[in-house]
């Protein structure tokens, strides 16, 4: 499709000319010199320097917070009424680690049954993706995973930094047609940007999870974890939510809300049972739902698209890509 | 003396003489970092390392080791700076943690460049069996400038900017899991009955949970800023507990939580003469 050559400014006037007609949320830094993915008014406030933003594109999805009903009773009857659709959005400068895991996140909330609210927010969101020209953060692992840093996977437009500018491609039909306002010229022939080189680590095969389910492992793994949200939070795939009501009386909003198997409640059964009730047994389900329950259930697919976030955010240091590599030693070593 | 071979040395006499059943310490982590480890072995303790990128507060983890059903907990020893040691104190005077049970291998500290350590006047731990490593030179308290400002602040001002922290909480709830004080075993933001907050990750929700969390903490917070440090929202969550820190000291003659294994919190104390 088709490609135009932007200087930055006509980049960021295209931004701000799809500011008028979508909610954009672009990689924002604040202060303290961390960068957030937000909504924003003017291209101006992007930060387009980052490599990673602490959190993932999942919140604009698939809210942190969502009321999902609203139920009122009335004299005569009781009315139920789900809220209506957000104003359509653009997601600017998404990398393309984010826009892979919309893949497993898709074949989730897509699937049988289809979830009402993912979907038509998903319907309603174009990705604008920025290539990583170069690796950006030294926890990023996404070929581990079958991404690339370059890979166009679920993006509507891919932006590729190149000198003085960037190189819009259009993927999609929709894509295109975000791009067409767009300034700058067109690039014939087309730009095959140079992907830059990340040696993927190990990602063991379901049979090493299998043999290793039983193993103390997990157990010394959990004795330094703090048992905290983190790593599922701003994770690009972790998807567990809890449904409650909030309201009582006459009003009621039933309330869906982020939830992680990493905490302590999580899995504490109506009778008080708890079958993980250790913060090892926690933590393990966590890397076998990405890697073995999730792959074993929708064709293979992993569901962890290599962000790095986790490794990076977690207190305690526990590394992701060294629980790959130990799982894969550590079932080798087994008879 | 290099620390690491020092802390190596007493981490294996203890284990290999039977005098503890774990040695919870700091190992070398990935990527540069150091992380907890609780060592089990001779063996394990040659993972032991001990230098300034030693953030993490290790009282937390003699939490795994709470006396059960009456018999007495096992007997652990763990490396602690003097944050990390006042934690010890508190815990032990909360009947959390029975003291004659952990061996404390105590590490004079200059600041291992947390927030906390900006304003930290202490050098040595306040308790400890064994001390490794020469005290540095004593130094008077340094003054916590960003309290200062945020104490500056007209209400308005100031609730503008709590605000605006709290709107960026996702409760995750790192703050209070890393927090030795917050041993709970249902944290009242999370209790389903009675039910005190919805389960909204939102501004009234987040701020009522980091509130709740700030008052369970008056005269008990021992300022080693793990809360702020692990906050991935870049919170500055050791603000709020270091304006009642100070609130305490200015009520309760300087009074600063664990520095002595005696000393009850204040409000865990009552005299009569305070019906007057």
Not at chain 1, 91 to 104: E, G, K, N
Request: aromatic share 8%; hydrophobic share 40%; with cysteine.
């Amino acid at each position: 499709m088709a490609q135009r050559f932007l200087t930055k400014q006509e980049l960021l006037a295209w931004v701000d000319g799809l500011a008028r007609g979508y909610r954009v949320i672009g990689p924002v830094r604040d202060e303290g010199g961390r960068t957030f993915l937000q909504e924003i008014a003017a291209a101006a406030e992007v930060d387009l320097q980052v490599g990673r933003p602490v959190n993932s594109i999942k919140e604009f999805l698939f809210p942190a917070t969502e009321g999902i009903l609203h139920v009122r009773r009335g004299k005569k009857a009781v009315d139920l009424r789900v809220p209506d659709a957000a104003r359509p959005q653009v997601l600017f400068a998404v990398r393309p680690c984010d826009a892979a895991a919309l893949t497993s996140m898709d074949a989730l909330f897509q699937g049988e049954p289809a979830d009402l609210y993912w979907g038509r927010r998903r319907q309603d969101t174009l990705l604008v993706g920025l290539a990583c020209m170069q690796i950006p953060t030294p926890e990023c692992f996404c070929t581990t995973v079958g991404g690339s840093p370059v890979g166009t996977t679920n993006l509507d437009v891919m932006l590729y930094a190149d000198g003085a500018g960037y190189v819009a491609a259009g993927l999609t039909e929709r894509g295109a047609a975000l791009l067409e306002p767009a300034a700058g010229r067109p690039l014939d022939p087309p730009f095959v940007p140079p992907p830059p080189e990340l040696a993927p680590g190990p990602c063991p095969p379901a049979e090493a999870w299998l043999r290793l389910f039983a193993d103390r492992y997990w157990q010394r793994l959990g004795e330094r974890c703090l048992g905290c949200k983190i790593c599922t939070y701003n994770c690009p795939t972790c998807y567990c939510f809890d449904i409650r009501d909030r309201g009582a009386g006459g009003e009621v909003e039933r309330l869906r809300a982020w939830d992680a198997c990493t905490s302590k409640h999580y899995s504490v059964e109506a009778s008080g049972h708890d079958p993980r009730p250790t913060r090892g047994a926690r933590l393990r389900n966590r890397f076998y739902h990405k890697y073995y329950y999730f792959p074993w259930r929708y064709q293979g697919t992993i569901l962890c698209s290599g962000c790095g976030r986790c490794v990076a955010q977690c207190p305690v240091n526990i590394d992701l890509t060294q629980v790959l590599e130990d799982v894969a030693r550590l079932a080798g070593e087994q008879p | 003396m290099n620390l690491t071979t020092e802390i190596r040395r007493i981490a294996q006499e203890l284990l290999e003489s039977g005098k503890v059943t774990r040695v919870i310490g700091y190992e070398e982590g990935q990527r540069g970092a150091v992380r907890p480890l609780v060592a089990a072995t001779p063996e394990e303790c040659g993972r032991l390392v001990l230098d300034e990128r030693c953030v993490h507060n290790l009282a937390l983890y003699l939490l795994d080791f709470k006396p059960q059903d009456n018999s007495p907990p096992p007997a652990v020893a763990v490396v602690l700076k003097p944050c990390d040691a006042r934690a010890l104190n508190v815990l032990s005077l909360e009947h959390q943690v029975e003291r004659s049970q952990v061996y404390v291998i105590g590490v004079p500290c200059d600041g291992v460049g947390k927030e906390a350590c900006v304003a930290c006047p202490d050098r040595v731990p306040p308790t400890y069996d064994v001390l490794v490593g020469e005290p540095p030179a004593e130094r008077p308290a340094p003054t916590d400038d960003r309290l200062a400002r945020l104490e500056a602040m007209a209400p308005a001002e100031r609730r503008a900017f709590w605000a605006a922290q709290f709107e960026r909480c996702i409760r995750c709830y790192a703050c209070r899991q890393v927090c030795p004080m917050c041993y709970c075993e249902v944290c009242i933001a999370e209790k389903l009955d009675p039910s005190w907050e919805s389960i909204a990750i939102a501004p009234a929700e987040n701020e009522f949970y980091h509130v709740l969390r700030a008052y369970h903490l008056i005269g008990r917070c021992i300022e080693c800023g793990e809360c702020e440090r692990v906050c991935p929202m870049g919170i500055p969550v050791l603000a709020y507990n270091r304006f009642l820190v100070a609130e305490a000291a200015r009520t309760f003659d300087g009074f600063r939580a664990g520095m002595d294994n005696e000393t009850l919190a204040p409000f865990m104390t009552f005299h009569k003469e305070e019906l007057e």
